[in-house]
T-cell receptor
Framework: SQQGEEDPQALSIQEGENATMNCSYK?????LQWYRQNSGRGLVHLIL?????REKHSGRLRVTLDTSKKSSSLLITASRAADTASYFC????????????FGKGTKLTVNP | SAVISQKPSRDICQRGTSLTIQCQVD?????MFWYRQQPGQSLTLIAT?????????ESGFVIDKFPISRPNLTFSTLTVSNMSPEDSSIYLC???????????FGEGSRLTVL
């Protein structure tokens, strides 16, 4: 069953604006990850945040994790047209397995 | 990191036939994962393939429909058997490298069943 639920399902912004995507999950996790997918191709890992971390940065990406609310957010600052893609959160469940459970994704469109 | 090659990248298949997708990794990995992504949807895990043992299938997926082979630490195949239009999806192979927790994905195999 799907673990993560992203919102919004679709987001359209102008270049230069910030994009925020949210993810909620249901069970206890070991980590939460964000992936990007361009137009039905393979997924690319963006960032991983562990369950004992609250915030993480990587370039223009900022991820927060609130385990009490079972939610995470991905912020892309100063967006570019090349950021247009679908973004998925995925949860690594407790127990040590490498398998991930993916959310439904947010389709981001950045207009030039 | 890991580089994953999947073949075929896309195919159009007739109802009732079977197709085998190959996944080759450039390094030895313990676990390989097969995901399905139906049109406009997210990824759903089909099964986990360990070398030397039978694959572990997720709820809703069975070995008769999706037989998996894992002959060595760098290669796996997924067969989609007796295909119907509902099997039209992107099938993705992925691997983890253990400590980091992140997964690396192939480019996917886009199957269209007529």
């Amino acid at each position: 069953s799907q673990q993560g639920e992203e919102d919004p399902q679709a987001l359209s912004i102008q270049e230069g604006e910030n994009a925020t995507m949210n993810c909620s999950y249901k069970t206890s996790i070991n980590n939460l990850q964000w992936y990007r997918q361009n137009s039905g191709r393979g997924l690319v890992h963006l960032i991983l945040i562990r369950s004992n971390e609250r915030e993480k940065h990587s370039g223009r990406l900022r991820v927060t994790l609130d385990t009490s609310k079972k939610s995470s957010s991905l912020l892309i600052t100063a967006s570019r047209a090349a950021d247009t893609a679908s973004y998925f959160c995925a949860t690594g469940l407790q127990g040590g397995s490498e398998k991930l459970v993916f959310g439904k994704g947010t389709k981001l469109t950045v207009n030039p | 990191s890991a580089v994953i090659s999947q073949k075929p990248s896309r195919d159009i298949c007739q109802r009732g036939t079977s197709l085998t997708i190959q996944c080759q990794v450039d390094s030895q990995v313990t676990m390989m994962f097969w995901y399905r992504q139906q049109p406009g949807q997210s990824l759903t895990l089909i099964a986990t393939a360990n070398q030397g043992s039978e694959a572990t299938y997720e709820s809703g997926f069975v070995i008769d429909k999706f037989p998996i082979s894992r002959p060595n630490l760098t290669f796996s195949t997924l067969t989609v058997s007796n295909m119907s239009p509902e099997d039209s999806s992107i099938y993705l192979c992925s691997v983890g490298l253990g400590a980091s927790g992140e997964l690396f994905f192939g480019e996917g195999s886009r199957l269209t069943v007529l």
